[in-house]
């Protein structure tokens, strides 16, 4: 019978899967506090937003994200069909939602430290 590695802390291993939604609800309660502490606004960077951007052929930046953050499902996700943002580095990235590998009930959380600007702006 094999045995599982311990983790420093004498704990078994966390499988990817449990690092992930430990992950995901790391940054559902980072959200949280943000809002809470009035750093960020309380309103969602929304769908309808997204597909203006796409029509004028633009990602996802921090200009545009501005004081907020961005949470979509999967779902949503799906609905815009993929998601561009430009990162910090102005490297410019296409989320697709068959490739994020997350569940119906986990949302991926943008924030605007996450983003950059397009390096001609």
Sequence with gaps: MESKPESPEGNLEETPEQKRKKAIQKNREKLAG??????????????????????KGRPLSKKELGNRALVMSRQDLEALGFLEIVLGSGEKIVIDPEDTGF?????????????????NE
């Design 34 to 55: 943000l809002i809470a502490d009035k750093v960020l606004e309380p309103t969602n960077y929304d769908l309808i937003e997204l597909s203006k951007l796409r029509e």
């Design 103 to 119: 569940d119906d009930e986990d949302a991926l959380i943008v924030f605007p430290e996450d983003l950059g600007e397009l390096e």
